[in-house]
């Protein structure tokens, strides 16, 4: 008889907590509320908005409330980025890609993700509507590509006008470029959460600080010293009769040799080389929304066996094609978006930076410009790299 008691009572005990979980879990549904209207916005954004937990009552995290004034991309209840923040940031971030050559496209992003708080917002979607943390992820890249494009295309520009751009060199990584660019955005739009993308930003923000700091290095300034004396040459050159507005000129052309000449000095490199080096830099530039050129000049200088004469608006062309095939990939093709309003400031400020930085450079030692970026970018790949992988700062503001 007591077995059978005891049998009574577990079965009891275990049809209760059944019961119980289950209205649990029911309960928890029902207090769940799509949005289940676009809310006005359009393509993709406006599908996920419906798919979203509406907020009831108070405004919450991870959630959309429909009467709220609208922000970011039109949601309601998102950050209104300050735009007269978002032209002074670009101000800046053009200054700096004009002047050291590469961490245009790294503040670019330290500006959407931080000082206008997009990266916490997208994180806040994370449990109840993944894809549309990816969704934002990928509004934040393209973000950072159209700033550092039109930055690139600025610095093209002029270096076009003064005959240093090696077309052959530039056509050669720009085909590589298109592909790796289309290859990476068509596989990782839309699948790359915040978190993850902070810490690979973080990775890339460290491996900048690499190559800068290499160029305090004593080695480096001996290869600097002969790219100055390279210059001069070149100099003496244009002095010449007859050699003043010659820009560069090709001699001979195959697909694994190609030889140029530049006021009457010749330079050759590999155009199948070339082109898997910009293969490799698009893959990695557009993944995070960067330029590129941190990796784009040493490609030049050290594989290539390029002067910097003539690197620097080479790169900044490679740059802009990259960002061009990216933002038509992503927007195009992916169907993301930006918030136009921001953008629009930001582009002014990128302009008017960009036109700055070569006029103050020589205002500025090198080597303390390069230390002082170096520090920089030690602060915010420490930033975040921890908080994308270990999900925390370990540096302030934590």
């Known amino acids: 008889m007591k077995k059978i008691a005891d049998k009574k009572i577990l079965f009891i005990f275990l049809l209760t907590f059944v019961l119980g979980w289950g209205a649990f879990l029911t309960l928890n549904a029902a207090d769940t509320v799509l949005v289940g209207d676009n809310l006005g916005l359009s393509g993709k954004l406006g599908e996920l908005i419906a798919k979203t937990p509406k907020c009831l009552g108070e405004a919450a995290k991870g959630c959309i409330n429909p ?30 890609f004009s002047t ?102 973080g990775l890339a923000v460290f491996a900048v600080a690499g190559f800068m700091w290499y160029g305090t290095t004593a080695k480096a300034r001996a290869k600097n010293k002969a790219a100055k004396e390279a210059a001069k040459r070149f100099q003496e050159n244009a002095q010449k009769e007859g050699a003043t507005n010659e820009g560069v000129k090709l001699v001979k052309f195959s697909l694994n040799e190609c030889i140029f000449s530049f006021l009457g000095v010749e330079f050759k490199f590999n ?28 490609f030049m200088t050290d594989i290539v066996k390029l002067p910097m004469f003539i690197v620097a608006g080479t790169s900044a062309f490679i740059v802009l094609i990259k960002m061009i095939v990216g933002i038509f990939t992503y927007i ?25 930085g070569p006029r103050t450079q020589k205002y500025i030692p090198d080597i303390w410009l390069k230390r002082l970026f170096v520090i920089l970018a030690i602060y915010v790949g420490l930033r975040y790299t921890s908080k994308g992988f270990l999900g925390y700062s370990i540096v302030p503001p934590y």
């Open 100 to 201: 050291v050559g590469a961490f245009g496209g790294i503040m670019a992003g330290v500006g959407h993700i931080t000082i206008f708080g997009l990266a916490d917002y997208a994180k806040s979607f994370k449990k109840t509507n993944v894809a549309l943390n990816k969704f934002l992820t990928d509004t934040i890249r393209v973000s950072n590509m159209f700033l550092v494009g039109l930055s690139g295309a600025v610095s093209s520009w002029n270096y076009w006008k003064m005959k240093r751009i090696v077309a052959p060199l530039a056509i050669a990584m720009a085909i590589g470029a298109v592909g790796g660019a289309v290859g990476i955005a068509e596989l990782t739009a839309g699948k790359v959460s915040l978190k993850s993308y902070i810490g690979y930003f």
């Open 67 to 96: 009467g709220a004034p609208r922000g970011y991309l039109g949601i309601p209840g998102a950050p209104t980025p300050n735009l007269i923040l978002g032209f002074l940031w670009a101000i800046w971030v053009g200054w700096i």
């Open 271 to 298: 155009p199948i080389l070339a082109g898997l080096g910009g293969l490799t830099i698009a893959i990695i530039a557009v993944f995070l929304g960067i330029g590129g050129g941190f990796l784009l000049v040493p």
């Open 332 to 356: 195009v093709l992916k169907g993301a978006t930006v918030y136009w309003p921001l953008i629009g400031a930001e582009l002014v400020g990128i302009f008017l930076g960009s036109m700055i």
